[in-house]
């Protein structure tokens, strides 16, 4: 019992400090977008935020959501397939971006998620959709639950491909977190980061809006991994990209850009790469095994135990600041009992900024500590034992004192 306590307490803290939380500065860099938020996936700092918790339409960012939901159920990317006509159910009607797929088409579910993601495809997702919920309602049902199992609030979906309904909806701030979700998924990883690919049957060649923008608009794009866009006339020009920063992994959104023509959109997460690279550099806390703190275990004959970073603790910073300007503070119980088991929160590492807090990490158990039967004897011993000594000798004085006056 005490075990599953210890994991819940430590899993709590761990998603305190998880959630995205204000950097030491929003940078501000003119963009064309009117909405935008952007963090650190690997620290959780927020380096921009404009208008990131007002609602905004997604588009076809949504579409994120709908690969990375359906990769929770394809258990063989590489299973063919059959296309059905009523997966163009309303495309035309609506005037949405096909990938370009025809009914009774053979495809593998592989070619479903980049017929997604690369030219946006309704027809994709409306397959994927049935394919594997049996309908598109039923999907839409369960990304509404993955909203609700993420603690989104501001988010409701409609539809798996974007298009406009009042109800359909989100915010910056929580697209950069449906996002970072998705990116946990290897698989949803190589298909948000390919810039072009070749259907399995070859009856398909599909490039990434990156790609394209890079081709047709010869913009510098090199800073950024992955993304995806969206336009309907109501949300405008909408961006979900990734980029790497010095080491660090960021996610950038952005909403209601104008010009088409001009990928506007697109234009501002090369700009916020660029700048970011120009004009912030990784600050290294503690190094991979560099030792933090020590304190003492109890219950066991362990002794002192010497707690080292398990992996390069950092931060991504202004290039103006060294890790000489940064305060940076440990809050460790100095004496814990055993048992102390892997994943148990350890110690509270907060960094400070001119006085401000900037950042904590919970550095946690690399490993499990049992106790000693033994040592839990011998701590008891001491415990009832010195007090116990302590009133013999007194007494021993006393009756000594009064035996001398006798």
């Given at each position: 019992?005490?075990?599953?306590?210890?994991?819940?307490i430590a899993?709590?803290?761990?998603f305190?400090?998880?959630?995205?939380?204000?950097a030491?500065?929003?940078?501000?860099?003119?963009?064309?977008?009117?909405?935008a938020?952007?963090?650190?996936?690997?620290?959780?700092?927020?380096?921009?935020?404009?208008?990131?918790?007002?609602?905004?339409?997604?588009?076809?960012?949504?579409?994120?959501?709908?690969?990375?939901?359906?990769?929770?159920?394809?258990?063989?990317?590489?299973?063919?397939?059959?296309?059905?006509?009523?997966?163009?159910?309303?495309?035309?009607?609506?005037?949405?971006?096909?990938?370009?797929?025809?009914?009774?088409?053979?495809?593998?579910?592989?070619?479903?998620?980049y017929?997604v993601?690369?030219?946006?495809?309704?027809?994709?997702c409306?397959?994927l959709?049935?394919?594997?919920?049996?309908?598109?309602?039923?999907?839409?049902?369960?990304?509404?639950?993955?909203?609700i199992?993420?603690?989104?609030?501001?988010?409701?979906?409609?539809?798996?491909?974007?298009?406009?309904?009042e109800?359909?909806?989100?915010?910056?701030?929580?697209?950069?977190?449906?996002l970072?979700?998705?990116?946990?998924n290897?698989?949803?990883?190589?298909v948000?980061?390919?810039?072009s690919?070749?259907?399995?049957?070859?009856?398909?060649?599909?490039?990434?809006?990156?790609?394209?923008?890079?081709?047709n608009?010869?913009?510098?794009?090199?800073?950024?991994?992955?993304?995806?866009?969206?336009?309907t006339?109501?949300?405008?020009?909408?961006?979900?990209?990734?980029?790497t920063?010095?080491?660090?992994?960021?996610?950038?959104?952005?909403?209601?850009?104008?010009?088409?023509?001009?990928?506007?959109?697109?234009?501002?997460?090369?700009?916020?790469s660029?700048?970011?690279?120009?004009?912030?550099?990784?600050?290294?806390?503690?190094?991979?095994?560099?030792?933090?703190?020590?304190?003492?275990?109890?219950?066991?004959?362990?002794?002192?135990?010497q707690?080292?970073?398990?992996q390069?603790?950092s931060?991504?910073?202004e290039?103006?600041?060294?890790?000489?300007?940064l305060?940076?503070?440990?809050?460790i119980q100095?004496?814990?009992?055993?048992?102390?088991y892997k994943?148990?929160?350890?110690?509270?590492?907060?960094?400070?900024?001119q006085?401000?807090?900037?950042y904590?990490?919970?550095?946690?158990?690399?490993?499990?500590i049992?106790?000693s039967t033994?040592?839990?004897v011998?701590?008891?011993g001491i415990?009832?034992?010195?007090?116990?000594?302590?009133?013999?000798?007194?007494?021993?004085?006393?009756?000594?004192?009064?035996?001398?006056?006798?």
């Amino acid at each position: 019992m005490k075990k599953i306590i210890s994991s819940l307490i430590a899993c709590l803290l761990i998603f305190l400090f998880i959630q995205p939380i204000h950097a030491y500065t929003n940078i501000n860099i003119e963009l064309y977008s009117q909405y935008a938020y952007l963090y650190d996936r690997d620290t959780s700092l927020v380096y921009m935020e404009k208008k990131s918790n007002d609602k905004i339409y997604p588009a076809s960012m949504t579409k994120i959501l709908t690969v990375s939901l359906a990769l929770d159920y394809i258990t063989d990317l590489q299973e063919v397939v059959t296309i059905k006509q009523a997966d163009f159910k309303g495309v035309v009607e609506e005037g949405a971006t096909v990938a370009g797929l025809f009914p009774g088409e053979k495809v593998t579910y592989e070619d479903l998620l980049y017929g997604v993601l690369l030219p946006s495809g309704a027809d994709a997702c409306q397959a994927l959709a049935r394919l594997i919920f049996g309908d598109v309602d039923h999907m839409v049902t369960a990304m509404n639950e993955k909203v609700i199992e993420l603690g989104l609030q501001q988010t409701h979906f409609m539809n798996v491909t974007g298009l406009h309904d009042e109800k359909h909806y989100t915010t910056a701030h929580e697209m950069a977190l449906i996002l970072n979700h998705a990116l946990q998924n290897k698989e949803f990883v190589k298909v948000f980061e390919a810039r072009s690919y070749k259907s399995s049957k070859g009856n398909h060649q599909w490039i990434s809006s990156l790609q394209n923008a890079k081709d047709n608009k010869d913009m510098d794009v090199s800073l950024i991994n992955g993304g995806k866009s969206g336009f309907t006339d109501e949300a405008g020009l909408t961006y979900a990209s990734t980029m790497t920063i010095d080491q660090h992994r960021l996610i950038l959104v952005t909403a209601k850009a104008e010009d088409r023509r001009k990928r506007n959109h697109i234009r501002d997460a090369a700009t916020v790469s660029q700048y970011m690279d120009q004009s912030f550099h990784n600050v290294v806390l503690y190094k991979k095994d560099e030792e933090i703190d020590t304190f003492w275990v109890l219950k066991s004959f362990q002794g002192s135990y010497q707690m080292k970073a398990q992996q390069d603790i950092s931060l991504l910073v202004e290039k103006t600041i060294n890790k000489s300007d940064l305060d940076i503070q440990v809050n460790i119980q100095k004496w814990k009992e055993a048992p102390i088991y892997k994943g148990d929160g350890l110690a509270i590492i907060s960094v400070n900024y001119q006085g401000e807090p900037i950042y904590k990490y919970i550095e946690t158990m690399p490993e499990t500590i049992q106790s000693s039967t033994a040592a839990i004897v011998l701590h008891y011993g001491i415990i009832i034992g010195f007090p116990g000594l302590c009133i013999f000798i007194i007494g021993l004085k006393i009756y000594q004192r009064k035996k001398k006056k006798v």
